[in-house]
């Protein structure tokens, strides 16, 4: 019994400008996650509130990467996690939050900040605990090398399990034709 | 006379003066096409059908069939060349599927799925485009365009007006109207034009009922673009 505890894959999760729906997705694949307990063990995740990551088997990353504290925390992963996922729309194409690249930044910020409906004594926060904003937000994969990606806003619960459940058992990830989509 | 090439070893029948593309289609073989529409002049422009014809690399819609030429089309390098084609169609422009009213109607998608695309992972431009909300009935979002001038042909061609346009060259390449004010809702621009139909993407939208059809439930959410073919056949299905 410890031997095959000792032999668990470890994995890390987090979401970067994400808004968590691919983590919902994956807590979507039911009770599957009883199974997957069996095989799995989680370092740093919003599911044990580890804060820094560790040596893991697999990185799961949702979201683009929009600010400072992003990137860090995408090179931790990468360094740490042997095989990196990109999960979801917004980790492959920077998805939602990137509708602001079409915009200036002091203009997204004056429009939620200083101009926006009902705000009162407007003022850009600027606490210094605060991340920076990159200009852009931009996919993972233009950060650090990515391994794989699933699609999907979010990847539907079975595409996550069906990848988790190939790439666990060492076969060739591979999906049926509904298990992919980009919306 | 009935002559006959090989596409991937089966054997296509064609008549004298019919492309690869058109005998491929007629046979209801697929290969994967973008700016290609059998009611129209064929443009060659988006590459996707390029196939390997007696080892050579050619348009599939623009060259004629030759009796015994061997046409491989779907080949891991070819299927890999045009994954990267997708890319790079996908990066160009705002392709934001998630939040795009066409999304699983949308033949770049399609196509992207149909080739084993799981991500455009190429830097992506986030170029700066308009939105032309001017027309009554139809929105022009310039982001989602791939220039394939399937809307150009079909204003030119079957509805004689020449609503649209290509102007610029290489990346500056981009969609224009004719008219003074360059929008839409100052031409003669019809819901029933064949021009409003042929987009196979999200550039060229009606307005009021994008998600009549919920998301999973449209053309290429249950099956593949090549057997269900393109999105220009599907307009029932979208109103």
């Known amino acids: 019994m410890r031997e095959q505890q000792a032999k668990k894959v470890r994995v890390a999760t987090c979401s970067l400008a994400g808004c968590f729906g691919c983590h919902m997705s994956l807590l979507d694949i039911d ?39 992003n990137v860090e925390v995408l090179r931790a992963f990468r360094r740490q996690c042997k095989t990196l996922v990109a999960v979801g729309a917004c980790a492959i194409t920077g998805g939602v939050p990137a509708m602001r690249n079409h915009y200036p930044l002091h203009e997204c910020l004056d429009e939620a900040y200083v101009n926006g409906l009902g705000v009162q004594d407007g ?35 079975d595409t996550i399990w069906t990848f988790l459940e190939q790439l666990l058992s060492g076969k060739p990830v591979e999906f049926a034709y509904r298990q992919i989509h980009y919306d | ?51 390997r014809a007696n080892g050579r690399s050619v348009a599939a819609c623009t060259s004629p069939a030759r009796e015994g030429l061997e046409v ?76 394939c001038e399937l809307c150009v042909r079909a ?16 990346i500056g390449a981009h969609l224009i109207v004719n008219a003074p004010s360059g929008k839409l809702g100052d031409t003669d621009f019809d819901p029933h034009d064949r021009a409003a139909q042929v987009c196979p993407v999200g550039a060229i939208l009606p307005k009021h009922k994008g998600y009549d ?18 999105v220009a056949d599907h307009q029932e299905d979208m109103s």
């Not at chain 2, 149909?114 to 431009?125: E, I, N, R």
């Open chain 1, 123 to 157: 003022g850009i926060p600027n606490d210094p605990e605060l991340p920076l904003l990159l200009n852009q937000v931009h996919p993972i994969h233009e950060v650090v090398k990515v391994d794989y990606f699933l699609p999907g806003c979010p990847p539907a619960a």
């Open chain 2, 213 to 230: 059809v919920p998301i999973g439930r449209r053309i290429y959410d249950r099956k593949p673009v090549s057997l269900v073919g393109d």
């Open chain 2, 72 to 147: 491989e089309s779907d080949t891991p390098d070819i299927q890999a060349d045009r994954r990267s084609l997708l890319q790079m169609l996908f990066v160009e422009g705002n392709h934001l599927c998630p939040a795009c009213e066409k999304s699983g109607n949308c033949q770049l998608q399609a196509v992207a799925y149909y080739c084993g695309m799981l991500a455009p992972d190429f830097t992506h431009l986030y170029p700066v485009r308009e939105l032309d909300g001017s027309h009554p009935d139809f929105v022009l979002d310039f982001n989602r365009c791939i220039l």
């Open chain 2, 1 to 51: 006379m009935i002559e006959h090439f090989s596409l991937d070893g089966k054997r296509i029948p064609f008549q004298p003066g019919q492309t690869i593309m058109d005998a491929a289609m007629q046979a209801g073989e697929y290969i994967p096409h973008l700016c290609h529409n059998p009611e129209f002049r064929p443009r060659g422009s988006c590459r996707l059908c390029v196939v």
């Open chain 1, 31 to 69: 009770e599957r996650l009883i199974d997957l307990v069996e095989l799995v063990e989680f370092d740093r995740s919003p599911i044990t509130d580890i804060k820094e990551v560790g040596p893991s088997d697999l990185g799961l990353i949702e979201g683009g990467v929009c600010n400072a504290e």
């Open chain 2, 155 to 170: 204003s030119r061609d079957a509805d004689a007006k020449g609503v649209f346009g290509i102007s610029g060259r290489g």
